[in-house]
């Protein structure tokens, strides 16, 4: 099956949820720090090296503890893109 190219986070949700600032997408950041999590742990389990694991996982702690916006999975563009701090 050929690929479109599309890519639905670009199409989606680029502008109305990050080029907005409103960084709400309806997918709790603490739900996507837990998926990374998961993903990370089994990858080790596995014996399956994952270097970005961890700072991916600092990224989303950070994002987290980041008051107003722990509920937001997008809140990791204000934070180290320098969006939102109006």
């Known amino acids: 099956m050929p690929s479109s190219g599309r890519n639905n986070t670009t199409e989606g949700k680029l502008k109305q949820f990050i080029i907005s600032e409103t960084f709400a997408d309806g997918f709790p950041l603490r739900l996507m720090a837990k998926d990374v999590r998961t993903a990370d742990d089994m990858a080790h389990a596995l014996g399956i090296a994952t270097p970005m694991a961890g700072f991916v996982r600092a990224a989303l702690?950070?994002?987290s503890a980041d008051a107003g916006r722990e509920g937001e999975s997008?809140?990791?563009?204000a934070v180290y893109g320098g969006a939102g701090r109006g």
């Open 74 to 77: 997008h809140a990791g563009a």
């Open 61 to 63: 702690g950070g994002c």
